[in-house]
């Protein structure tokens, strides 16, 4: 399986996915708490830690095994509105 580098503390675990017609295995990664670190390391905005993310990780398609982020929490629901 493939990882993310730096980022060992975001892995909630592996996962067997469909992809490209098959099963393969896949490591899950929260991606909250990537995001929380780039802001924290980085000194990247929220925005702009989002940005990154999804153009750079989750963009990032490197095979069957590309690793796989999820969004626990929705951070642009931040409940102001209610």
């Known amino acids: 399986m493939l990882k993310i ?3 060992d503390d975001a892995i909630l675990g592996p996962a067997v ?3 490209g017609g098959s099963l393969c295995n896949a490591l899950v ?3 909250e708490k990537i995001r929380e670190k780039l802001m924290e390391r ?3 905005t929220s925005e702009d830690a989002r940005e990154f ?3 750079n990780i989750e ?3 490197v095979g069957e095994h590309t690793p ?3 969004w626990p929490e929705d951070m642009w629901d931040d409940g102001e509105d209610e």
């Open 59 to 61: 963009g990032a398609y």
């Open 42 to 44: 980085d000194g990247m």
């Open 68 to 70: 796989v982020l999820v």
């Open 53 to 55: 993310i999804e153009f």
């Open 17 to 19: 996915i469909w992809r």
């Open 5 to 7: 580098d730096g980022h």
């Open 29 to 31: 990664y929260d991606a």
